[in-house]
């Protein structure tokens, strides 16, 4: 009788999470649209202080991240292709790595650790100190006023950091090539020969998309924050795992339609 209570259980507490993440994710959309024809509902200062937390204060991690990023990758193929004096394509390499996937991969999963977590917190907390009732009480939309915000932030910030991220990572591979003898104009002008348009703006658009998860991801954290001790600290935790393999999966999915499709 204990198993079936606590299969009972979860299937009760499964179906009430997939019933609140539809109606999340449903509200969510519908303000969308709707600041779409009323932009005035938008509060721009709330998105301006959220994207100055999420982007300028996250360059200095994300840049730094990019930037060992290249050099590891610069070392570890360079090893391998100076046997055959073609350590000149590491160039090419990086660039393909850091533009297509990479960049985008590991900045998001940056953001998803800093600002995800910050969403979640910062929400629950609200709804634990009942100002999230407050504000239903007095006809102000919860998702309109905290949601939209964060997740706009969100997707504006993950270009800036992943461009950033990505020009690290080129310098941090230039810097290996020069010790490896091989002239910096070389490796940029194999940079640019193999940076295409449709790489760059294919990176930045999966870096919208991961930007466009991690902002759903924390705040829905966040509004589902339970009122007890650990309430927030469980919140901001299911922010991070979850954008984290949400990220993964949708950057797996991406991959393998690049692949269909020859792109």
Not at 27 to 48: K, L, N, S
Not at 83 to 105: A, C, H, K, M, N
Request: hydrophobic letters at 55%; one cysteine or more.
């Amino acid at each position: 009788m204990t198993i079936l209570a606590s299969i009972g259980r979860n299937a009760v507490d499964t179906a009430r999470n997939f019933k609140f993440n539809m109606e999340f994710l449903g509200e969510t959309a519908v303000e969308a649209i709707g600041m779409v024809f009323h932009p005035g509902r938008f509060r721009f200062g709330d998105a301006a202080l959220a994207f100055e937390r999420a982007a300028f204060d996250g360059l200095p991690i994300s840049t730094g991240i990019g930037f060992l990023l290249g050099l590891i990758l610069s070392f570890q193929s360079a090893a391998a292709l100076q046997q055959f004096g073609v350590e000149i394509y590491v160039s090419d390499l990086i660039t393909i790595g850091l533009f297509r996937e990479l960049g985008p991969l590991v900045t998001a999963i940056i953001l998803a650790g800093r600002s995800g977590s910050a969403f979640a917190a910062e929400i629950g907390t609200m709804k634990v100190d009942e100002e999230l009732d407050a504000l239903t009480t007095m006809g102000l939309p919860p998702v309109r006023f905290l949601v939209m915000p964060r997740i706009a932030a969100a997707i504006l910030a993950m270009p800036v950091l992943t461009i950033f991220a990505e020009l690290a990572g080129l310098v941090g591979g230039a810097i290996v090539l020069e010790i490896m003898n091989v002239p910096n104009v070389v490796f940029w002008r194999h940079v640019a020969s193999t940076a295409d348009v449709f790489m760059i703006v294919f990176g930045l658009v999966k870096s919208c998309i991961f930007g466009l998860l991690v902002g759903l991801i924390g705040c829905q954290a966040g509004m589902k924050t339970r009122n007890t001790a650990d309430g927030v600290g469980v919140a901001a935790t299911s922010a991070v795992v979850g954008g984290i393999i949400a990220i993964a999966v949708t950057d797996g999915l991406l991959a393998v339609i690049c692949y269909a499709w020859n792109l």
